[in-house]
């Protein structure tokens, strides 16, 4: 009986970690390795909206979901230059999702970390940061798990009106004191290239591959719950001002494993305060 129980269990945590999988992240996504400079501060807005009506089994066949899926997402971005070659920064999104009779808003889990140029003009960047669980896991708010780390590397290399950038990194999370949970060990990869039309319009166009380990329930193993998730982004900028830019892609889960196969659109306004 009780291993029938912690079966039915581990089902319902699988199920949990899984139905919130996709590669759009607040952190990651659209970063690059750009360091504020000393005394300069830039706010950030987005508008993420994502929706699934397949997904993806534990052997990566594709299926249709019992219902459609959405996800609203309105992360904000802070960033601040301390020194040469060292900024602080924050992500603290506001979510929504919902799922046929079921769904739930809030606060997200808060990004705080900070970038620091190894290298000159972008070439290498490394970027550390803390995942506070301020989200609801039990109602699919935030981050998979409870506390968090997050330690990536990223490099950009520009040639005239050709920009290339990308990006590799790890993530751990512990046990989330509600819901049990503790996800996998993460491993993503990204890259985007981008072409410059003006002073004012750029188009890029990206992918992104977030992967994920079996995660656990109560310290137990949660079998075939491993997850991988591949996304491209096209779309483009456009410069307001000297202090005001605008940002627009086309998201597209093309293939994955325990996940969601989403479509979607992000926008994003960043404004230079200093």
């Not at 990223?154 to 819901?179: P, V």
């Not at 900028?237 to 998201?251: A, I, Q």
Request: hydrophobic share 45%; with cysteine.
């Amino acid at each position: 009986m009780k291993k029938a129980v912690i079966a039915v269990v581990a089902m319902f945590a699988a199920a949990a970690f899984t139905s919130s999988a996709f590669a759009y992240d607040h952190l990651i996504t659209n970063d690059t390795s750009a360091i504020t400079a000393p005394g300069g501060m830039n706010a950030g807005v987005g508008i993420v909206s994502l929706v699934a009506s397949d997904g993806w089994d534990a052997d990566g066949e594709s299926g249709e979901l019992a219902d459609d899926m959405t996800g609203l997402y309105i992360p904000l971005k802070f960033r601040m230059g301390i020194m040469d070659n060292l900024e602080v920064f924050g992500v603290l999104p506001y979510e929504k999702w919902d799922m046929g009779d079921f769904g739930e808003s809030g606060i997200g889990d808060l990004f705080v970390g900070a970038k620091y140029g190894v290298m000159p003009e972008g070439l290498l960047t490394v970027r550390g940061a803390l995942i506070l669980p301020l989200g609801d896991d039990e109602n699919g708010l935030g981050e998979a798990g409870g506390f968090g780390i997050d330690v990536g590397a990223m490099t950009a290399y520009q040639a005239g009106a050709i920009g290339l950038n990308g990006q590799a990194g790890i993530r751990w999370a512990a046990e989330d004191s509600d819901s049990k949970i503790q996800p996998g060990m993460g491993i993503y990869l990204d890259g985007e290239a981008c072409y410059a039309l003006s002073e004012k319009f750029g188009l890029q166009a990206g992918l992104e591959i977030m992967m994920a380990g079996d995660s656990k329930w109560d310290g137990n193993d949660v079998d075939d719950s491993a997850s991988n998730v591949m996304e491209l982004g096209v779309g483009g900028t456009y410069k307001l001002n000297e202090t005001m830019g605008l940002r627009g892609d086309l998201l597209f889960d093309v293939a994955g494993k325990n996940a969601n196969s989403n479509v979607g659109v992000m926008l994003g306004l960043c404004y230079t305060i200093k």
